[in-house]
């Protein structure tokens, strides 16, 4: 019983990531790289990737339908910040292109919204890349 | 004599005191989190960086179709000659080499599928089942994705959007079975390829000044997440041994110069794609490029062998 959860939360998390989330990159396609995990409200997560000039990208995260919303940042090598979705109506996707090769961050957190005397709330979030194609 | 019910309680309260281990750890996150707004943290980035309590970090290599569509976006063209053949497929027996292999196959399949090189692109996507089954990957690539390649040999879109599935499926596949290793493997092995594809397509850089050498160049900045993923998978054997051919790589390319400058985004309100603008100042002397190219080689012939 102990190892089945873990089991089945994983099953339920690459499921999200390919049926769902996936379907956030259309028109892009998908790079094909998984990276999703379980958080708990109040979790946070980083992402190191180089992105490479010439092609565009979108970035969607996403969280399974127990979290209410998601918040992901874009942050270069300095941790400056890029883009915020909070400033965006928290939207699951941002188009973009560089100009020059960059190495960038992306910072996501699952705020708390539950409330205090309720127990955290915890799901799957992926982080996934589209390419778009000419 | 410890009792069968005595036995049950001292587990019982084993497990409490476990939750309760892990339950404090996670409040005590969640209160620093909660402290944070994100104008907080867009105000002061220094702020940003004092957050410790990344539950989570991953190192995204660029795959390989991103791969592919780096080297035919910086002119690239193809060549089958420089794919590693898939006679060589029954070689490959053990863990490392069959994860090192499925990598390269996935680079090769990619690149060909790209310049619309159909029967190739089968080809590849047939001998990286093989790989892939050989891992234990199964039902990652079944035979229905063939067929379906087979089916939508004139619509790229359909072929890409396959190829990226199976990607998808892989790496997923190995997370859920807890082989996070075996995936870094294979991530490495097909970043190798592209490297390797994209250096043996430039001949003498002395005479040219093109967009693949900038993207040769650009690979310095991967290598540092190659490394670092690699890191995270350490105790391995097999990811140490190809932890130390990428620092031999890192020596060499310590001579290639990158310098960033200050990013600034520029938002495009008709096309809604944001544009990060910087300056990069990057360097290669051809002394120094083929010692990378002769290197890649190296590792290249060492990892088809």
New interface residues.
Partial sequence: MFFAIP?KT??QC?NF??KIC?LELSPY?????????I??????????????????YRIAVCGSETLTKI?F?V??????????N??NNFATT???????????II?V?VP?TSPKDEE?KSGCVA?M?G?K?D | MITGYKKLLIFTVAILVAVGIVSCK??R???E??NLS?DE??TD?SL??S?E??????????????TA??LK??GATYNEELLNSIDNASRYNTTKSMALNLGIYSTDLSYASLFDQTQATIKYMTVSKKMAEGLGILNAIDNSVIQKLEENINN??VI??T???????T???L??DDRVAVGSVI?VGGWIEGLYIATSLVGDISKVDN?MV??II?QK??L??VL?LLKQSISNADVKELYNDMLELEKVYNDVKIS?S??E?VQDGKS?????????ATSISPDAFNKLKTKVKELRTKYTA
């Fill in positions: 089991f994983h099953a690459k990531a390919k996936r396609i998908h790079d094909g790289n998984y990276n999703a995990a958080l708990t409200e109040g979790e946070d997560a980083e992402l190191f990737k180089t992105f490479y000039a010439g092609q565009q918040e940042m942050m270069d090598v300095d941790r400056k910040v890029l883009y915020s909070a400033k941002w188009d973009f292109k560089v100009e020059n090769t960059q190495q960038l910072l957190k708390v955290l982080i890349f390419l194609t | 996670c409040n996150q969640s209160d989190v909660m994100p943290i867009k980035s940003v960086s957050i309590s990344v539950k989570q970090i991953f190192y995204s290599l660029p795959s390989p179709l991103e569509m780096i976006r910086s790229r879109e890409l959007e190829i990226s599935e199976t990607f998808l499926n790496n997923s596949i997370e859920e991530l967009e900038d993207r650009d900045l991967s540092q997440t670092n960033v200050n990013v985004v809604k794609v944001a544009t990060l603008r910087s300056k990069n």
